[in-house]
Nanobody, 128 residues
Framework: QVELVESGGGPEPSGGSHRLSCVHS????????MAWFRQAPGKPREGIAA??????KYADSVKGRFTISHDNAKNTLYLQMNSLRPNDTAMYYC???????????????????????WGLGTQIFVSS
């Protein structure tokens, strides 16, 4: 049974930094096929960062500001968010799939259909 639990949400001022965590169980310890998605009110869910083993991929909207990483010892996925903007306000979700990972170099990894396990989300609110 795979379980994903996000934490770390909260309010942040514009320009601030914040780190989200996603503790998981039931996934392999050494090969990770995971991603962060977000959904703002009235907008579709957006894939923003993916990690497939050691490779990473970012949506243009967060490239250069957000960093996805994984701590094998803690079974935890992270999203470091810097230079936050009001339009980063959203519910943030952790997603995963058992290996093999979606091929990031082939344009995969940031779509809903690339994953079949989801957390319940954690809210980030960025004030202007």
């Amino acid at each position: 049974q795979v379980e994903l639990v996000e934490s770390g949400g909260g309010p942040e001022p514009s320009g601030g930094s914040h780190r989200l965590s996603c503790v998981h169980s039931g996934l392999p310890q050494t090969v990770h096929c995971m991603a962060w998605f977000r959904q703002a009110p009235g907008k579709p869910r957006e894939g923003i960062a993916a990690i497939a083993d050691s490779a990473t991929k970012y949506a243009d909207s967060v490239k250069g500001r957000f960093t996805i990483s994984h701590d094998n010892a803690k079974n935890t996925l992270y999203l470091q968010m810097n230079s936050l903007r009001p339009n980063d306000t959203a519910m943030y979700y952790c997603a995963a799939i058992q290996p093999p990972c979606p091929p990031l170099a082939a344009g995969r990894g940031l779509e809903d259909y690339d994953y079949n396990y989801w957390g319940l989300g954690t809210q980030i609110f960025v004030s202007s």
